[in-house]
């Protein structure tokens, strides 16, 4: 498991993914597939996951829609065309700062020639 401060920066990239890939999820799908993709090291609990949701959606990257499944009213998120274009950045920024904290903290040793 990773501590809450490494996961801290990374849920939006993470949300924006899945629904990039997905196009629409309900919020115990999330948790389920960052769980299962990251070999159980992951687990995003309701009290972190629901406030990004939240917030995404008041910044306009998120939007949703309640269905009816099985009895069960849940909620849908799907990118919105903002969305869309934070899920390209915060992908590309996520990728990119992971290349560097690499570089940092496991700095290739230097090569002698002779």
């Known amino acids: 498991m990773f501590s809450k401060e490494l996961l801290k920066g990374t849920l939006s990239a993470m949300i924006l993914k899945l629904l990039a890939e997905e196009g629409k999820m309900h ?11 990251s070999g159980s090291k992951i687990l995003i609990k309701d009290g972190s996951l629901y406030p990004a949701l939240q ?14 499944v ?5 909620k849908y998120y ?12 915060s992908i590309s920024e996520l990728e990119d700062f992971i290349a560097t904290i690499s570089q940092v903290v496991f ?3 230097k090569t002698k020639l002779i």
């Open 27 to 37: 919020g115990y799908e999330m948790v389920q597939r960052i769980h299962k993709q």
């Open 55 to 68: 917030k995404m959606t008041e910044d306009g990257l998120l939007s949703f829609k309640e269905e009816t």
């Open 70 to 74: 099985g009895g069960r009213v849940r």
């Open 78 to 89: 799907f990118l919105t065309p903002k969305g869309r274009k934070q899920a390209i950045a």
């Open 107 to 109: 700095p290739q040793p």
